[in-house]
């Protein structure tokens, strides 16, 4: 183990981070994806540092197969776009930059500083942009070259006692940014690590924040628990906490009362498909958790098949509710597991009796007729 140093403002050496060796932390270099390695190395060439972040470096440590990677470097926007030349600069407040190599996108992010908080958009250094990062296992910062883990805030021993740590003190984490409550249990439930009995606290005391927030990016969150296999078991979570209502209250008021076992049994489907299938096709999903407000939608009598979907589709929108999925994907969900009713019978008329016409030039008395216009004997 060693032991990174940076000079205080008396010029005295002040210790930062604890750097692992391979041997120390376990990450199998064979694990790491190879572009992934190659962007890393190009900023290198180019005179920058650049490192592996956040899930990635976590799934590494955890034996897991990382599904997306993030890199972070000194480099600014502009000049990560100048090494690599099919990428593009994304963000108007915070940029950073796409990278693509083959079918798959790196996200590569300039160091955040803490000057203006942990949600500042001003680039700064690495053990500012440590400390500016949610919690502890996120704060590792993998070199791929030199097969060395950068821990500037004890994550790495948190991840092997099995805690879920903030890195940002607790009266400020969740008040900053309240997604992160989301992102607390979303972590607990992916890893089985506990979140400390503090921390709990903190999410219950901030949970009504949550309806303040973006609802882009609580569709963000929504959307990857439903990737995750471990809908289920997040989604009971994080009703615990009382963080399930700002995100789908639709789910939130389908697991009280009757309707319980079917919305239980709809997440484990869920679950379940995503395991045996690998499918994040996110209408396929989505198909899952509207399924029975597309049924009860359905079930109202309509004149025709168009009518009764145009009522499901709805039912799913108003289900989904707040969030605002991509239209193509609902209708991909509803259509899944819309059955087409019967049309609607119109109910018959009684048939009118047609009234018989009188003779032609049997005049009026001819089309009354009675007793008294019979004819007389003897007349």
Request: proline residues 7%.
């Amino acid at each position: 183990m060693l032991v990174r140093y940076q000079n205080g403002p008396d010029g005295k050496p002040v210790k930062k981070a604890i750097v692992y060796t391979e041997r120390e932390h376990g990450i199998e270099p064979s694990a790491v994806d190879p572009d992934a390695v190659r962007i890393v190395e190009r900023l290198r060439s180019g005179g920058h540092s650049a490192y592996i972040v956040g899930g990635a470096v976590r799934d590494l440590i955890l034996g897991r197969s990382p599904k997306d990677y993030d890199i972070v470097t000194d480099a600014e926007p502009p000049r990560i776009k100048k090494l690599f030349y099919r990428s593009r600069i994304i963000g108007k407040r915070f940029r950073l930059v796409h990278v693509y190599m083959g079918p798959r996108i790196y996200e590569v992010s300039t160091f955040r500083s803490i000057a203006n908080g942990t949600v500042g958009n001003t680039y700064g250094t690495i053990d500012e942009d440590a400390r500016r990062r949610d919690f502890t296992m996120n704060a590792l910062y993998f070199d791929p070259l030199e097969r060395k883990l950068v821990d500037y805030v004890g994550g790495l021993k948190d991840m092997r006692a099995g805690r879920i740590v903030p890195v940002i003190p607790l009266k400020t984490i969740f008040a900053e940014d309240p997604v992160r409550m989301i992102r607390a249990v979303k972590y607990a439930e992916a890893t089985g690590f506990t979140i400390p009995f503090m921390t709990r606290m903190a999410i219950k005391r901030h949970a009504p924040l949550l309806a303040g927030a973006s609802v882009s990016r609580l569709g963000e969150e929504a959307t990857k628990i439903l990737y995750s296999g471990n809908a289920g078991k997040i989604i009971d979570s994080l009703r615990r906490f009382g963080l399930l209502s700002p995100i789908l209250p639709g789910v939130e008021a389908r697991l009280s009362g009757p309707t319980a076992p079917s919305m239980r049994a709809a997440l484990s489907d869920l679950d379940a498909y995503v395991a045996e299938t690998g499918d994040k096709t996110l209408g396929a999903l989505l198909s899952f958790i509207v399924k029975d407000a597309v049924a009860a939608a359905q079930a109202i009598p309509e004149e025709d098949v168009q009518a009764s979907f145009k009522n499901a589709l709805e039912a799913a929108r108003d289900f989904l509710a707040p969030l605002t999925m991509p239209r193509v994907e609902v209708e991909a969900a509803v259509r899944a597991v819309f059955k087409a009713p019967d049309p609607k019978q119109k109910p018959k008329r009684p048939r009118r009796r047609r009234r018989r016409k009188a003779p032609s030039g049997s005049g009026d008395q001819a089309t009354r007729g009675g007793p008294e216009d019979a004819p007389r004997d003897g007349d």
